[in-house]
């Protein structure tokens, strides 16, 4: 350790006080609560926003090599988190509808991993957008995704989705924005935020989660944009941003909610709204993302922060007890999380511009169905190993499913005709609110339990309340092949809440 970063640290513990909160196994010291105070230890706050280094398109083809490996720079400090190229977030993948994106994969990760291409309408076949393909540790892998020519502009992302082992490697570090252009200019200054957390030591090693996080799933006590701890925006009051926001937490439900400027979300995941929003907050299920117009509307200081939110109860015989939040005894966040500091400078200019009235939203799926589903999020009590392999685990365990069932790459779940259009009644009977993710095809979620998501958008995560439902309609249009639905609380899906479904012949 540096001197300099002992002084620091010491000198956080002195000005910690009462205040602090030490979390995570060797303590990292925590300072939570007004709008002003910092994060104290090893963490730096308050940098200016950096942009995630970004990849573009050139004559319709865009060839980027995303090396897997550890050893980034997370809230100003070195760290053996991981990263894409040294990044976390990777780099921002820029490319437009009918370009030809290709990865080159390798894996320096000491365990298999893959690619996924999140909310991207294209192929699941070969080394496409294919969810079980496993690259082993050393190898590298050529993807190619054709995006294809009607593809709907917006803001999607990259992650890995190697089964059993997502979670890990999301939490440790490993995700990137993908932004399909091609859309309105909204705003003459465009952002990507990609949030991420995770729990470090003294040592700037990775916390792992042990049995009852991987239960619950798991919270990292720093919540990070584009890898900096509390960045600064500057802005001037009245002049509009488009942010787009990425919940790339592995488990992390933000509830977005700006001081001090006003915020009109134009999309929803990848897609256009038809119209802009105005909205006091925005509610993102790990995967989902956010396309907001952001309008300070005064000079002065401001704030982007996530209030905290309740995921239902773990309510597990020996897993923590019936009354448990979630996320549970550890309870690291009591108070809203500080995302972004705004610095606005005023007067307000006045010559902002106004959002068009409409927006050039994608299709929706026809009202015809053709055949009705009920997809169950399930949770029961296991056998031994019933959470996964490793981690310590000893007795019963927990055994998530859909349709009592656990994931199972070779067994198919659904067979649906080519190009038919279906509706899908997502149940949860459980007690935690589990995120339903779809790959490849969109969907409308034309109902809820909860009413608040049903708001006729297309998206590819919906947050399903626990004890609830949301009725999806799906329209399974230009590619067949097989792939995957399941819970974007990753640790879930890595203990089985994932099923298959294959399209077409
Ligand atoms: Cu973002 Cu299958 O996941
Ligand atoms: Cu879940």
Do not use: K
Request: proline fraction near 9%; aromatic fraction near 4%.
């Amino acid at each position: 350790m540096s001197r300099e970063l002992g002084r620091r640290r010491a000198l956080g513990l002195l000005a910690a006080g009462s205040a602090a909160v030490a979390t995570g196994v060797a303590g990292w010291v925590w300072r939570i609560g007004a709008p002003e105070e910092t994060a104290v230890g090893a963490a730096t706050s308050g940098e200016p926003l950096r942009a995630p280094p970004e990849r573009l398109a050139r004559d319709g083809v865009l060839t980027v090599p995303l090396d897997a490996g550890p050893g980034v720079r997370l809230a100003g400090r070195d760290t053996s988190a991981l990263g894409f190229n040294g990044s976390s977030p990777g780099p921002t993948l820029r490319v437009r509808p009918g370009d030809d994106l290709r990865v080159r994969l390798t894996n320096r990760l000491g365990q298999p991993t893959n690619l996924h291409t999140h909310g991207l309408h294209v192929s699941p076949r070969g080394n496409s957008d294919n969810p079980f393909l496993s690259i082993a540790p050393g190898e590298t892998f050529d993807y190619r995704f054709r995006i294809p020519d009607d593809h709907p502009p917006g803001t999607f992302w990259y992650h890995p989705h190697r089964h059993g082992l997502v979670a890990d490697q999301l939490f440790g570090g490993l995700a990137g924005a993908l932004i399909v252009d091609g859309g309105p200019e909204l705003a003459e200054t465009e952002r990507v935020l990609v949030v991420t957390d995770l729990s470090l030591t003294e040592a700037g090693d990775v916390v792992p989660a042990g049995p009852r996080e991987r239960m619950l799933g798991r919270e990292g006590n720093l919540v990070l944009v584009n890898g900096q701890h509390e960045p600064v925006v500057e802005l001037r009051a009245g002049a509009t941003e488009r942010w787009r926001v990425v919940n790339a937490c592995t488990s992390r439900v933000l509830s977005l909610r700006p001081e001090n400027a006003r915020v009109t979300r134009v999309g929803s995941d990848g897609f256009l709204l038809p119209r802009p929003v105005p909205r006091q907050r925005v509610v993102l299920a790990p995967g989902n993302r956010a396309d907001l117009l952001v309008t300070p509307t005064g000079p002065g200081r401001g704030r982007l922060v996530s209030d905290p939110v309740r995921r239902g109860h773990g309510g597990m015989p020996g897993m923590g007890g019936t009354a448990d939040p979630v996320p549970g005894a550890g309870g690291t966040r009591q108070g809203p999380v500080t995302l972004v500091r705004l610095d606005v400078s005023g007067p307000a200019t006045g010559t902002s511009r106004e959002p068009p009235a409409e927006l050039p939203a994608p299709p929706l799926p026809g009202r015809s169905v053709s055949r009705r589903r009920e997809i169950a999020f399930t949770m029961g009590m296991g056998g031994m190993g019933g959470m996964g392999d490793g981690d310590g685990m000893r007795g019963p365990g927990m055994r998530f499913g859909f349709d009592g069932r656990a994931f199972d790459a070779d067994r198919t779940d659904q067979t649906v005709a080519a190009g038919a259009t279906e509706e899908w009644l997502i149940r949860n009977d459980t007690p935690m609110d589990h995120p339903f993710h779809l790959h490849v095809w969109p969907f409308q979620v034309v109902g809820s339990s909860d009413g608040g998501q049903a708001d006729g958008s297309l998206r590819d995560v919906v947050l399903v309340p626990a004890r609830g439902w949301a009725r999806l309609r799906v329209h399974f249009a230009d590619h067949t092949g097989r792939t995957v639905y399941h819970c974007h609380i990753l640790d879930h899906e890595d203990a089985g809440m994932m099923a298959t479904v294959r399209v077409g012949g």
